[in-house]
């Protein structure tokens, strides 16, 4: 029996769903989202800090997360499930001047891109906002009260319910081993694990196998997958109200709260590890956790005696590309192929905005929410990069 979908993506992460969601929200619900794993979430979403925020360096970056923002507010109306938004802002910390001056040329970015609420505040008001940090050698540092966390799965899971409840399908334990490219260099199908389904469309939201996945169209695209690591810890003393986001720019450490709903919330802390190299690598390392300790016990000692719970510590993929930035567009080289793809460990996020774009792309062969043509994979062979310096 012959199996068609007028969409097919590939991927049942965040990113995923919200194209199905942004499909089906434009009435195009012959949609089918193919998901290799038992359970949705089981990739890097599920193992998401849940940070969103709008402190970006570049524009386009400034507008996705805009976008992706304001949608988290109304997410609930928008989809019917909650996504646990919560404004608690990000708070940049600078120990030089030299990053206080960025901190401040970016906000005049930020602010020609519509965004006006990045304070620059003094190293005493770093103080108020974390009591316990230490600040004798803070220059300052930049906070969005709008900036905060949202909760990972429940963004998926509200994207998809909606989805479906319009129409669109969804394979789970399904693997997807081929992508047929018909005569005109077309998109015509794809070949899974349940059989062939033919297809017009195709979307490469494979995550951190997002190149994986390109090649089965005969299509390279510069994603690799970079671990990234959470320490989840239990401290000794109450966390103090209203905590936000916080990053030490001196070397990239940083720590939230947990989601309040958590039976007993404690934080999360991260550092980018520069010693770490790229490879399919998703098992949390304790010994991580020793390096992230050090760099606590220098700028928050509140943390430096909490307990590590290793029931929550985790390891999840970043997909990387050259210049930090997404991967939205279709394929010069493969018609009907659209990638969704490369976010840095942005992707959650921008989730919102990304199923809008790739939705657009699909329906109407452009992009009206902003100009997404910056962010096509032909700039890695042209070299017209991105330089997204804020990057976590």
């Not at 769903?17 to 929200?25: D, G, I, K, P, Y």
């Amino acid at each position: 029996m012959k199996q068609t979908a007028d969409v097919v993506i590939i991927g049942g992460g965040i990113v995923g769903a919200s194209v199905a969601f942004h499909l089906s929200e434009r009435g195009c619900t012959d949609v089918l989202v193919v998901e290799r794993e038992a359970a949705l979430g089981s990739g890097s979403t599920g193992r998401a800090t849940g940070g969103v925020r709008a402190q970006f360096a570049t524009a386009i970056n400034i507008r996705m997360s805009r976008y992706s923002i304001d949608f988290f507010t109304r997410f609930e109306e928008a989809t019917g499930h909650p996504c646990g938004y919560e404004q608690a802002g990000y708070l940049f910390v600078a120990t030089s001047e030299a990053h206080l001056d960025y901190l401040r040329r970016t906000r005049e970015r930020q602010r020609a891109e519509g965004l006006t609420n990045v304070e620059i505040v003094g190293a005493e008001e770093v103080a108020r906002r974390v009591p316990g940090l230490r600040t004798d050698d803070v220059a300052g540092g930049s906070f969005c009260q709008t900036d905060g966390f949202i909760a990972p799965l429940k963004v998926l899971h509200g994207f998809m319910a909606r989805a479906t409840e319009r129409g669109a399908r969804l394979w789970t334990e399904t693997r997807v081993m081929g992508i047929d490219v018909g005569e005109g260099g077309r998109v015509a199908g794809v070949m899974t694990s349940r059989g062939r389904v033919e297809t017009r469309a195709v979307v490469n939201a494979s995550g951190a196998w997002a190149a994986e996945t390109a090649r089965l169209a005969g299509v390279e695209i510069p994603v690799v997958p970079l671990r990234r690591q959470l320490v989840s810890v239990r401290p000794r003393a109450p966390l103090p109200d209203g905590l936000p986001m916080v990053i030490d720019m001196s070397d990239g450490f940083h720590f939230r709260p947990e989601s309040r709903e958590l039976a007993m919330p404690g934080a999360l802390m991260a550092w980018p590890d520069d010693a770490e190299t790229p490879g399919f690598k998703d098992d949390f390392d304790p010994a991580f956790a020793g390096k992230v300790f050090r760099r606590a016990r220098a700028r928050a000692p509140f943390l430096a005696d909490a307990t590590v719970n290793a029931s929550r510590c985790r390891a999840g993929l970043y997909e990387v590309t050259p210049d930090h930035h997404a991967i939205i567009g279709e394929s010069r080289e493969v018609g009907g192929l659209f990638f969704a793809n490369g976010f840095s460990g942005h992707g959650v996020m921008h989730s919102p905005a990304t199923g809008r774009l790739v939705s657009e792309l699909i329906l109407d062969g452009r992009a009206s929410l902003l100009d997404a043509s910056a962010l096509g994979a032909e700039r890695f062979a042209t070299g017209h990069l991105l330089d997204e310096t804020s990057v976590l």
